[in-house]
């Protein structure tokens, strides 16, 4: 069974920096597996913010792209979300996964992630 544990959430000011480590582990966990963050704030539905294929080929939500970076490190089995310019709209609950990634008729990138639900890590923007 794959285990994901998320870290790294915190209390920051608005334009302020965090970085969410996500640490995979199981029989099952390849590094061929394409990952995925998401996160969930209150009174909304999960979104995926950014996925990475094992090859390094990274997809972003567009309420992210120029902020968040997304990065791996297959030796590891770690995963990565680096957070920068941090608004308090990204306040919510970070989740990594595993995620399938699907070329949809239109060429776009369609995930769907794989595995239960870990803790997450809690990310407040606030001042």
């Known amino acids: 069974q794959v285990q994901l544990v998320e870290s790294g959430g915190d209390l920051v000011q608005p334009g302020g920096s965090l970085r969410l480590s996500c640490a995979a582990s199981?029989?099952?966990?390849?590094?061929?597996?394409?990952m995925g963050w998401y996160r969930r704030a209150p009174g909304k539905q999960r979104e995926l913010v950014a996925a990475?294929?094992?090859?390094?080929?990274?997809d972003y939500a567009d309420s992210v792209k120029g902020r968040f970076t997304i990065s791996r490190d297959n030796a590891k089995n770690m995963v990565y979300l680096q957070m920068n310019s941090l608004k308090p709209e990204d306040t919510a609950v970070y989740y990594c996964?595993?995620?399938?990634?699907?070329?949809?008729?239109?060429?776009?990138?369609?995930?769907?992630?794989?595995?239960?639900w870990g803790q997450g890590t809690q990310v407040t923007v606030s001042s």
């Open positions: 996964n595993v995620v399938n990634r699907r070329t949809t008729f239109s060429g776009s990138y369609d995930y769907t992630a794989l595995l239960s």
């Open positions: 199981g029989s099952i966990f390849s590094i061929n597996n394409p």
């Open positions: 990475i294929t094992s090859g390094g080929s990274t």
